[in-house]
């Protein structure tokens, strides 16, 4: 080919005759040779790259004092990329799947990001089991007592329309198929595809199967790639929220970047439920503490009911509070004008509570103060529509911080990680109780030691492109798949590929 090249080009270059030469033995070692310095040094500049990343992690003020716009490029910039980016195309093996006369009707249950991501499942089982979907009914009954339908909250035309290259969708299922039997199904939680291979056998006896529940049906690993990417253009594609949200929550990160030009989405989950059900009470009064006890008593599917506040907390288990969130963030290093915008629901405690995080960051931002009173009406009384604006504005942000894990949590980081590792912060909060509680002895004072503890707890949990975790080790049988990195927390890799370069 290289050949091949030169000698065609022989009339245009005729005065340049020292390239027309045969390649020898000699100059193909010296091109190789040269290739192999160039890819070296390549190399050598990328991992230069990441010891630096490193190094200033660890101390951004101190030692390297580094103009001003690095330390804000290590606050606020993306974790470097190394050439990665999302990718959900199928292979070239892939078919639509073809199974159109047999039906699967889905409830899907929990909170907004649990039906999410349980929605995204239910594209793949009824891809693997050659079924059409019905559109999913949406949870009326959970915590968050929403009475939304599925296009409510979600664009039912585009998440028909963008999977029509996978499997057929439809809005109800055909008339004369109402009143034949159904086989109601509890599939069984991270399930492979064995199973539901298995599950193939009931199309023998049913031409609708009823799914019950849509939360976790699905593994996390050892799925084809074609029915992990699947998932990605179900999640990140087609399951987008009802034109209304969308544009609501455009408006809000606009109204959000106008006041400053970068912010932080905080994910407070500070809220009463949350509390009752970790049992912690650390920092509460007594009238608090019981309130949350009587709570936890009365959720019959709550099934701890004797929890050890201090236990949890030492445990990492408890929530951060709002005070201890204002002296996470302030020892990472932002200043105390950051915009941050609170991602949540009620905060247990109200203003209270609140203006313990105000006095490290006076600028904080609720829905609240963001919106008018009758623009909030509209959304206000759907706990997954305000949530789906929450969701909107977390994933927009520059810095995502979750106080706690969840399923709010785990999917924006997911999606931040698909969107080329938008940063997020993902408090360490064993290690930082530790660190707070020697505050509060006496032993640490706030300042550059507290400072540089908390930065170095926290330089590998910004959200830098790794590949998904397994479970933990030890763990056997059953278990595992719970302990597993979800999916969506971490798509990568099989929805985010690296080029070649690429460590
Ligand atoms: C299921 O769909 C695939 C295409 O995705 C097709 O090859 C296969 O024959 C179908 N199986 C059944 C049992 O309909
Ligand atoms: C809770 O756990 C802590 C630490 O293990 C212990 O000191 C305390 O006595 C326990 N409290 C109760 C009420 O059991
Ligand atoms: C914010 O920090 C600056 C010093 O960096 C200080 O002078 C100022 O008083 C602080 N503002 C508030 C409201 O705490």
Redesign the pocket.
Known sequence: MAAANVRSSNSRFAAAKTFQRKPTPYSIAIYIIFLFTFSFFIFIFYSKHLLEQDEMIKNPLSEYSPSLQLVDEHLWGAPTQYGLHPCVKPTTKYKASEGWDRYITVKSNGGLNQMRTGIADMVAVAYILNATLVIPQLDKRSFWQDSSSFSDVFDEEHFITTLNGDIKIVKELPKELESVPRARKHFSSWAGMSYYEEMKQMWKEYQVIHVAKSDSRLANNDLPIDIQRLRCRALYYALQFSPPITSFGEKLVERLRSRAERYIALHLRYEKDMLSFTGCTYGLTDVESEELKIMREKTSHWKMKNINSTEQRLGGFCPLTPMEVGIFLQALGY???TLIYIAAGEIYGGNTRLSELK??F?NIVTKESLTTEVELKTFGNHASQTAALDYIISVESDVFVPSHSGNMARTVEGHRRFLNHRKTITPDRKGLVEVFDKLESGQLKEGQSLSNLVIQLHKKRQGAPRKRGGPPPGIKGRARFRTEESFYENPYPECICGSKLAL
């Open positions: 200043s105390n004008t006095s490290y006076p």
